[in-house]
C-alpha cells in the first residue's frame, strides 16, 4: 500500500509544502525555515516559491559572502529597499557570520509587508516592515550603517536616486542584463556599464554572477 498509495496521496501541493517545510525546520532548528513555513500556512497566496527560488537564493547568498569579505558583519542599522518578502533580511539573521543591530525591509507595495514580518518573526524588534517609496525616505536623518538595493535595474534613474545619499553611505547594489524582462527598465549591459552608472566614490567589491538567463553585477562601496 505504501508504493501503490503514498500517505500524502490526499494533500494539495500547499498542504505538502507547509508539512515539508515544517518537517525541515524542525530538524535542522533554523529560524529561517520556519519563517518559510509560516508564511505558507498564513499566506498562501503569497509568491513565497519564486521569492526563494534557487536564482534569488544564489544571488542573496553572493551578497552576503561578499559582504562579509568586503566590509566584515557588524553593523548597526540596514535599510534594504525594495524589500519583498524580507528574504534577504532573513537571511542576514540567520547568517552566524552577521552581529547586526535592525533590519528594515522597505518596500511601495503595502501588501508584502504582513508577508515580511512573519517570516521575520522570531527577529523580534530587530526587523521592521516599511511600506514607503524610497525617494521619499530620509536618508540623511537616518543615516542606516549600510544602504541594500539588489533592483537598480528597475530605477530608472540610478544617479538621480544614489545623490539622495549623503556623501560616504555605505551601498550594496545589484542589477543585471535581463533585457527582455520588461519592468526591467534600467538593465545595463556589463559590470563596467554598472561601475560607470552608479559612479561610487569607493568600490570595495565589483562582480558579477552568471546564471542561465541573464548576468547579474554588484557594486559594494560609498557613495
Known amino acids: 500500500m505504501d508504493v501503490t498509495q503514498p500517505r500524502n496521496a490526499g494533500m ?4 505538502q509544502a507547509l508539512d515539508l517545510t515544517r518537517g525541515i525546520a524542525a530538524y535542522v532548528k533554523s529560524p ?28 542573496k547568498m553572493w551578497a552576503l ?25 532573513a537571511m542576514l539573521f540567520n ?11 522597505i518596500d511601495i507595495d503595502p501588501e508584502v509587508a504582513p508577508v515580511a ?7 523580534g524588534d530587530r526587523f521592521r516592515a516599511l511600506t514607503a517609496d524610497m525617494y521619499a525616505l530620509d536618508y540623511a536623518a537616518e ?7 539588489t533592483s537598480c535595474e528597475h530605477i530608472a534613474d540610478l544617479r538621480a536616486w544614489l545623490a539622495l545619499l549623503p556623501r ?3 551601498v550594496l547594489l545589484q542589477s543585471n542584463d535581463y533585457f527582455s524582462e520588461p519592468t526591467h527598465v534600467n538593465c545595463v549591459a556589463s559590470l563596467a556599464a ?13 562582480g558579477e554572477l552568471p546564471t542561465k538567463n541573464y548576468t547579474r553585477f554588484m557594486l559594494i562601496g560609498t557613495v
Not at 547568517?95 to 525591509?105: H, K, L
Not at 543615516?143 to 538595493?149: E, G, I, S, Y
Open 143 to 149: 543615516r542606516p550603517d549600510l544602504t541594500v538595493n
Open 117 to 123: 514580518l512573519t517570516l521575520n518573526r522570531e527577529a
Open 12 to 15: 494539495d501541493g500547499h498542504e
Open 32 to 59: 529561517l525555515v520556519a519563517g518559510l513555513a509560516r508564511v505558507i500556512a498564513k499566506h498562501p497566496n503569497a509568491d513565497i516559491g519564486n521569492a526563494f527560488n534557487h536564482k534569488q537564493v544564489a544571488c
Open 95 to 105: 547568517d552566524a557570520r552577521f552581529d547586526i543591530a535592525a533590519v528594515d525591509s
Open 168 to 170: 560616504g553611505s555605505n
Open 194 to 206: 554598472f561601475e560607470a552608472m552608479a559612479a561610487l566614490r569607493e568600490v570595495r567589491f565589483s
Open 65 to 89: 559572502d561578499r559582504l562579509f569579505e568586503s566590509c566584515g558583519g557588524r553593523f548597526g542599522r540596514i535599510w534594504v529597499l525594495g524589500g519583498w518578502y524580507g528574504v534577504l533580511p
